[in-house]
C-alpha cells in the first residue's frame, strides 16, 4: 500500500513521506479509521506514537533555541546545537536577516568568527530575536527549508541552556557595581577567561577611544598587544599575569593602542578576581605618558652633561688623539727615507711598520672611549671592574691634567669583586669628580697640585671609591648643598653635574658624599654594592 | 755644519711620539739623543757641548717645555730649541720665541718643516759656537795683559789719542806708546781697528735673542 500520512498537528513542519514513488495519494484520517478494526487501531497507535514523536522532535527544537544575551556581543551556542540546528538571526534594529551558514568542516571556526562579526553594533537595551532551522538530520537544506522556516522568536535571556552562555552571564558585572567602576578616573577592564572584554568603564572609554559597545566586541589584546605576544608566547589562551621579575599581581609597563592607532605607555595591573568561581580579571590602565617623558628628559639631561663635561675636555682630548697621529706621521716620513737610503734596513722599516700599527690603535681607542660616553644609550647594568672605569677616565683626562699641572695618582686594592653598573654612566661621575677635584686644585695655590684616586673595600660587599683633591677644600655651609641642582661653587659652573652624580650612583644602590681633608682639600667619595646583591636592583631602573 | 758632527736632542714625554720623531731625524743623518722628561735631560747635558739643538715638547709633565728653557738659558748655555706643540696658543709661542727658541711648530709635524727648522737652529748653534770660541780666545789674551795696560787698552779704544790718554793717566806720551805697542803684541791684533773689534765683542756679548738675527 501506497500511502501518504501527513500529519496535521499544530506547527506542522514536516512532512514524513512513506513513499511508493509510482502511486502517490492522499489520505485522511477519517478513512482510516473506517477501514479494518484491527489495522484502524494499529494506525491509531502509529499516529499517535508519530505524533509524540514530532512533539519530542519540537520539544527537542526549543529546547536548543538557545539565547542570545542581551548586552554582549556573541552568542553561544552548545556544540550539538550548532551541529543541529541552522540558525538566522533576526535584530530588530536593524532589521536585517543574517543567515549562517556553515559547512561542517569550518562550523567551529565559524562560530568564532561569529562572536566578532554579529552584531556590529548592539545596545544593550535591544533584544534580539533568533530564529532556528532544524537541520534535515544533520545536513543542512536551508535553501529548501526556506518556506518551512520557522520563526521561533526568543527573547534574550529567556532560556540559558548551554554551560558557557550561562558562564558568560554571571560574568556581567551587577549594575551597581558598573556605576562604581565609572567612578574611578582609572580605566577599568573586565576580562573573562578568554581574555574577552565584558565591562569597560567609562575612563577606558575615553582612554582607548573605543565607544563602550564597540569594547564590549573587543578582546583585551587589541588594547594591549603585548599582552597578545606573550599569550602566543605562553601556548595558552589562559594569559601569563607574571611580569618579568615582579610578582604575580604586579604592574608592569606596555604600550597600549588607541582607535586611531596611535600608542601610548600604560601601567597594566591585572589583578584576577573570581565572582562565584568564575575566573576573570580585572584590568587597570594608566597612562603613563607624562611619566615616560619625563624619564625621557631625565635620561636626555644626563647625556647632555655628559656630553657637556667632554667638551670641557675636548682640547685635551684632541690632544690625545694628535699624539699618535704625530706618531704615525713622523713614522711614515721616516720609513719614507730610510726606503730611499742605500743600503736599505729592513730591520728598522719593520720597527716603524709595527709602530704605525700600534699608534693606529692607539688612535682608535681614544676615539672609541670618547664614543662610548658621547652615545646616547640606555643604560644597562653589566658586571664591570671599577679599576676599568678608573683606568678609562684617567687616560681622557691625562692630557688636561698635564696642562693644569697636576699629577693624577690611582690606587685599587687588589682583588676588588666586579660592580654591577653601567659603565658609562659610572665613567661620567668618576670623570664628574675628577674634573672638579682638578678645578679645585688649581684654585689654590700651593705648588704641588696632586689628585689622588682611590678604590678600596668599604665592608664586606661594597666598593668605595674616593677622589682626593689638594685644593682649598669645602667651605662649611656648602657640604650640604653641593649635591642639589643647580648649586655650584664655580663662575661658569651650571651646577648639575653633581646633582646627576648623585642620582647615577643612587640608581646603582650606591652613595655619595664629600668630606674635608685633614690637612687641605676635599675628598668625594661614592660608595657601590658588589656582587648578586647589586644585581636584582639596578637591572630595571632608569636614572 | 756638518751633520756628523752635531747632535739633536729629542725630549718628549710621550714614548711613541719620541721614538718617531728620534727616527725621523735620524733618518736625516743627525746624531740624535732623547729624553723623556726635562729633569731626564738636563741630568747629564747641563752643559751640552758642541753643535747641538734641542727639539722640545711643550706640554711636558713636571719641568715643562718652556721652563726647560729658561733654566737653559740661566746656567748660560743656550741650546737653539725647536718646539713643538700639540696646542700651541699664542702667548705661549710669544713666550717661547722670546726666550730665544728657533722655531714653535704644531703637531703632528711634517718631516720638512721639522729638519729645516733643525738645519737652521744647528747652523745658529755653529755660529754661537764659533763665536764662544773666538770669545775665549779674546778674553784668555785680555788676562794676559797688566792692570796698567788693560787701562791704556780701555781708553784707546774709546778713541782718545795717545797724549790725551797720557794725560788721563797722568804718565808720559812714550809710556803710553809703549804700552799699546805691548797690548797690541799680547792681543795678536794686526791692527788698532782689529784691536778695538776685540773690545767691541767681550764688551756685548751675544744675547740669545740678538743671535737669532745675526
Known amino acids: ?543 | 755644519m756638518s751633520a756628523e758632527t752635531s747632535t739633536v736632542f729629542v725630549v718628549d714625554d710621550d714614548e711613541t711620539v719620541r721614538r718617531a720623531l728620534t727616527r725621523l731625524i735620524r733618518s736625516a743623518g743627525y746624531c740624535v739623543e732623547s729624553f723623556g722628561s726635562a729633569l731626564e735631560f738636563l741630568g747629564p747635558h747641563r752643559c751640552p757641548h758642541g753643535c747641538a739643538c734641542l727639539v722640545l715638547d711643550v706640554g711636558l709633565p713636571g719641568l715643562n717645555g718652556l721652563e726647560l728653557q729658561s733654566e737653559m738659558n740661566a746656567a748660560n748655555r743656550p741650546v737653539p730649541t725647536i718646539f713643538i706643540t700639540g696646542r700651541g696658543d699664542i702667548a705661549m709661542t710669544v713666550r717661547a720665541m722670546k726666550a730665544g727658541a728657533t722655531d714653535f711648530l704644531t703637531k703632528p709635524v711634517s718631516d720638512l718643516d721639522l729638519l729645516r727648522a733643525i738645519d737652521n737652529a744647528l747652523q745658529q748653534s755653529s755660529r754661537a759656537l764659533s763665536n764662544r770660541v773666538e770669545l775665549d780666545l779674546i778674553h784668555g789674551r785680555m788676562a794676559r795683559l797688566t792692570p796698567r795696560e788693560r787701562e791704556v787698552l780701555m781708553l784707546l779704544v774709546e778713541g782718545r789719542l795717545n797724549k790725551q790718554v797720557a794725560y788721563e793717566l797722568g804718565i808720559g806720551e812714550k809710556t803710553i806708546k809703549a804700552h799699546r805697542a805691548r797690548v797690541m803684541e799680547k792681543m795678536e791684533a794686526r791692527s788698532f781697528a782689529q784691536l778695538v773689534r776685540f773690545i767691541d765683542k767681550v764688551r756685548t756679548p751675544l744675547s740669545p735673542g740678538q743671535s737669532a738675527k745675526r
Open chain 1, 1 to 543: 500500500m501506497s500511502a501518504v500520512a501527513v500529519n496535521d498537528v499544530r506547527n506542522l513542519e514536516f512532512c514524513i513521506q512513506a513513499a511508493d514513488s509510482n502511486n502517490l495519494q492522499l489520505i485522511s484520517k477519517e478513512t482510516l479509521l473506517r477501514g479494518h478494526g484491527v489495522m484502524t487501531i494499529f494506525y491509531v497507535v502509529v499516529a499517535a506514537l508519530f505524533v509524540l514523536l514530532l512533539v519530542f522532535l519540537q520539544f527537542r527544537r526549543m529546547r536548543a533555541s538557545i539565547s542570545v544575551e542581551s548586552s554582549a556581543a556573541d552568542f553561544e551556542l552548545s556544540r550539538h546545537t550548532f551541529n543541529n540546528y541552522a540558525f538566522a538571526v533576526n535584530e530588530a534594529a536593524v532589521t536585517e536577516d543574517r543567515t549562517m551558514e556553515t559547512s561542517q568542516q569550518d562550523r567551529g571556526a565559524d562560530l568564532r568568527q561569529g562572536a566578532g562579526i554579529w552584531p556590529p553594533r548592539l545596545s544593550s537595551r535591544q533584544s534580539i530575536h533568533l530564529r532556528l532551522v532544524k537541520l534535515s538530520w544533520g545536513r543542512f537544506r536551508q535553501a529548501s527549508l526556506e518556506n518551512e522556516l520557522r520563526p521561533c522568536r526568543v527573547r534574550a535571556h529567556t532560556e540559558p541552556p548551554d554551560d558557557s552562555s550561562a558562564a558568560a552571564q554571571r560574568l556581567q558585572p551587577d549594575e551597581q557595581c558598573c556605576r562604581m567602576l565609572d567612578l574611578l578616573p582609572l580605566a577599568v577592564l573586565v576580562t573573562n577567561s578568554r581574555r574577552k572584554i565584558v565591562f569597560a568603564n567609562a575612563a577606558a572609554e575615553k582612554l582607548f577611544g573605543y565607544s563602550r559597545q564597540e569594547l564590549a566586541a573587543m578582546f583585551a589584546d587589541m588594547l594591549l598587544p603585548p599582552l597578545r605576544l606573550n599569550a602566543h608566547v605562553a601556548g595558552s589562551t589562559c594569559f601569563d599575569l607574571t611580569p618579568l621579575g615582579g610578582n604575580s599581581h604586579g604592574d608592569r609597563d606596555l604600550v597600549a593602542r588607541r582607535k586611531d592607532g596611535t600608542e601610548f605607555p600604560a601601567e597594566v595591573t591585572m589583578n584576577p578576581v573570581s565572582p562565584e568561581g568564575e575566573p576573570c580579571n580585572l584590568t587597570s590602565v594608566i597612562d603613563r605618558t607624562e611619566r615616560y617623558e619625563l624619564l625621557q628628559n631625565r635620561r636626555q639631561l644626563v647625556h647632555l652633561t655628559r656630553v657637556s663635561t667632554l667638551g670641557e675636555l675636548a682640547g685635551s682630548l684632541a690632544h690625545e688623539l694628535n699624539q699618535p697621529l704625530t706618531a704615525i706621521l713622523s713614522n711614515a716620513q721616516a720609513a719614507q727615507r730610510f726606503l730611499a737610503t742605500q743600503p736599505l734596513d729592513l730591520a728598522e722599516v719593520r720597527e716603524i711598520l709595527h709602530d704605525l700599527v700600534e699608534d693606529n690603535n692607539r688612535a682608535s681607542e681614544v676615539i672609541r672611549k670618547i664614543r662610548a660616553l658621547v652615545k646616547k644609550v640606555e643604560a644597562e647594568a653589566v658586571p664591570l671592574s671599577i679599576a676599568s672605569v678608573i683606568r678609562d677616565v684617567a687616560l681622557l683626562v691625562h692630557s688636561d691634567a698635564i696642562v693644569r699641572g697636576i699629577r693624577v695618582f690611582a690606587t685599587v686594592a687588589p682583588e676588588l669583586p666586579p660592580v654591577h653598573g653601567d659603565k658609562v654612566q659610572l665613567q661620567q661621575v668618576l670623570l664628574n669628580l675628577l674634573l672638579n677635584a682638578f678645578d679645585a686644585s688649581e684654585s689654590c695655590s700651593a705648588l704641588d697640585h696632586e689628585v689622588t684616586i682611590e678604590a678600596t673595600f668599604d665592608g664586606v660587599d661594597t666598593i668605595r671609591v674616593g677622589v682626593r683633591d689638594s685644593g682649598v677644600g669645602l667651605a662649611a655651609d656648602t657640604v650640604d648643598k653641593i649635591f642639589l641642582p643647580f648649586f655650584t661653587s664655580k663662575r661658569d659652573g651650571l651646577g648639575l653635574g653633581l646633582s646627576i652624580s648623585r642620582s647615577i650612583v643612587e640608581m646603582h644602590r650606591g652613595r655619595i658624599w664629600a668630606e674635608n681633608n685633614k690637612d687641605r682639600g676635599a675628598t668625594f667619595y661614592f660608595t657601590l654594592p658588589t656582587g648578586a646583591s647589586a644585581e636584582s636592583h639596578c637591572s630595571r631602573r632608569e636614572p
